[in-house]
């Protein structure tokens, strides 16, 4: 039976209560909630939730958001329901980021944030969908700077400078790299989820089996799944404990380095998935023509006044979940009487 004199049973953690703690429990190369950069649009305070955690709170209710449990993470179409999603890739993003934030003492809602939204503005079919919308933008399209576009024109959230900032550099071809360790944490949490889940769903799809991969990579992280993310997260942890920031050792991060190549040659670009991916660029490319000519048929939420109707297209493409698109090219492309 509880003491009734020990005091009352629940207490109330206000923003001002948390932060203060923040002040006391992070590490010095931890950003605080207070005195950030912060969002374009100033607006009160919340009485309970720091800034990061209603930045966290608006991603996760985002129509965004929701459209990732429909797109590819690397399989196309997969029958069966334990394939990975673009959606259970970044919940699975946002646990092992987590595990990285309270093992260095960062702050865990702005890399839940950062982690949630890190995918937000991927196209459908995964990294061939941003390979077909290249060519239509100048420099290429890139998820990561689109998924800021979301945020801030399509879907304007109002989120902080620092979850927009993570969200831009949380893919490793964009330099400079994040501003805020919290930003470094989803980078290798987004890298370390998705080679342990991929090789786990090459091998339930039959294209990999358990000695497929090299020996001596086996040696260094063990098996696919639970061990690779155990061991890397370790990595990190001691490497970054050591180095005074958020990173990976050399002796550490070339080995990941060559387990990535590996798994784009044998998973991501085995002739299976290219055969894939050529219907699905022509999917994607096909529509972005129709809708260039056909705005009208564009939704109100994808138009904005300075948008050419190339960008507008792009835009609305760019959103639609893979099934989704399918169906659009269906009832735009399929000769009538075929089926």
């Given at each position: 039976?509880?003491?009734?004199?020990?005091?009352?049973?629940?207490?109330?953690?206000?923003?001002?209560?948390r932060e203060?703690?923040?002040?006391?429990?992070?590490?010095?190369?931890?950003?605080?909630?207070?005195?950030?950069?912060?969002?374009?649009?100033?607006?009160?305070?919340?009485?309970?939730?720091?800034?990061?955690?209603?930045?966290?709170?608006?991603?996760?209710?985002?129509?965004?958001?929701?459209?990732?449990?429909?797109?590819?993470?690397?399989?196309?179409?997969?029958?069966?329901?334990?394939?990975?999603?673009?959606?259970?890739?970044?919940?699975?993003?946002?646990?092992?980021?987590?595990?990285?934030?309270?093992?260095?003492?960062?702050?865990?809602?702005?890399?839940?944030?950062?982690?949630?939204?890190?995918?937000?503005?991927?196209?459908?079919?995964?990294?061939?969908?941003?390979?077909?919308?290249?060519?239509?933008?100048?420099?290429?399209?890139?998820?990561?700077?689109?998924?800021?576009?979301?945020?801030?024109?399509?879907?304007?959230?109002?989120?902080?400078?620092?979850?927009?900032?993570?969200?831009?550099?949380?893919?490793?071809?964009?330099?400079?790299?994040?501003?805020?360790?919290?930003?470094?944490?989803?980078?290798?949490?987004?890298?370390?989820?998705?080679?342990?889940?991929?090789?786990?769903?090459?091998?339930?799809?039959?294209?990999?089996?358990?000695?497929?991969?090299?020996?001596?990579?086996?040696?260094?992280?063990?098996?696919?799944?639970?061990?690779?993310?155990?061991?890397?997260?370790?990595?990190?942890?001691?490497?970054?404990?050591t180095a005074?920031?958020?990173?990976?050792?050399?002796?550490?991060?070339?080995?990941?380095?060559?387990?990535?190549?590996?798994?784009?040659?044998?998973?991501?670009?085995?002739?299976?998935?290219?055969?894939?991916?050529?219907?699905?660029?022509?999917?994607?490319?096909?529509?972005?023509?129709?809708?260039?000519?056909?705005?009208?048929?564009?939704?109100d939420a994808?138009?904005?006044?300075?948008?050419?109707?190339?960008?507008?297209?792009?835009?609305?493409?760019?959103?639609?979940?893979?099934?989704?698109?399918?169906?659009?090219?269906?009832?735009?492309?399929?000769?009538?009487?075929?089926?």
């Amino acid at each position: 039976m509880r003491d009734t004199d020990a005091g009352p049973a629940l207490v109330r953690r206000t923003r001002l209560v948390r932060e203060q703690e923040e002040r006391g429990r992070l590490a010095p190369i931890a950003t605080l909630s207070t005195g950030i950069v912060g969002r374009d649009r100033p607006e009160p305070e919340d009485h309970d939730r720091t800034a990061f955690e209603r930045d966290r709170d608006r991603i996760l209710h985002s129509k965004a958001f929701r459209r990732l449990k429909h797109k590819t993470q690397v399989f196309l179409n997969p029958e069966g329901d334990h394939f990975v999603t673009r959606l259970t890739h970044t919940l699975q993003v946002a646990q092992v980021g987590r595990s990285i934030a309270n093992a260095l003492a960062l702050n865990e809602p702005l890399v839940e944030a950062i982690c949630l939204g890190h995918d937000i503005g991927h196209a459908p079919f995964g990294h061939t969908g941003e390979d077909a919308l290249s060519p239509f933008v100048e420099g290429g399209w890139q998820h990561a700077i689109h998924g800021v576009r979301i945020v801030e024109v399509l879907e304007p959230l109002n989120l902080t400078w620092e979850v927009r900032d993570g969200i831009r550099q949380s893919s490793w071809r964009n330099d400079p790299p994040p501003a805020t360790a919290e930003g470094m944490a989803c980078r290798f949490a987004d890298r370390i989820a998705y080679l342990a889940h991929d090789a786990q769903d090459a091998r339930r799809a039959g294209v990999l089996a358990p000695h497929d991969i090299p020996a001596h990579l086996r040696e260094v992280f063990g098996q696919p799944g639970r061990q690779w993310i155990q061991t890397m997260v370790e990595m990190v942890i001691d490497d970054s404990l050591t180095a005074g920031e958020v990173t990976m050792a050399p002796e550490h991060l070339e080995p990941m380095t060559e387990l990535r190549t590996w798994m784009f040659d044998h998973v991501y670009l085995r002739p299976e998935a290219r055969s894939q991916a050529t219907r699905a660029v022509r999917v994607i490319q096909d529509l972005i023509g129709w809708y260039r000519e056909h705005p009208e048929e564009i939704p109100d939420a994808y138009r904005c006044a300075d948008a050419s109707d190339l960008q507008t297209a792009v835009d609305y493409v760019a959103g639609m979940s893979d099934k989704f698109a399918m169906r659009a090219h269906d009832e735009r492309f399929r000769p009538s009487g075929l089926y």
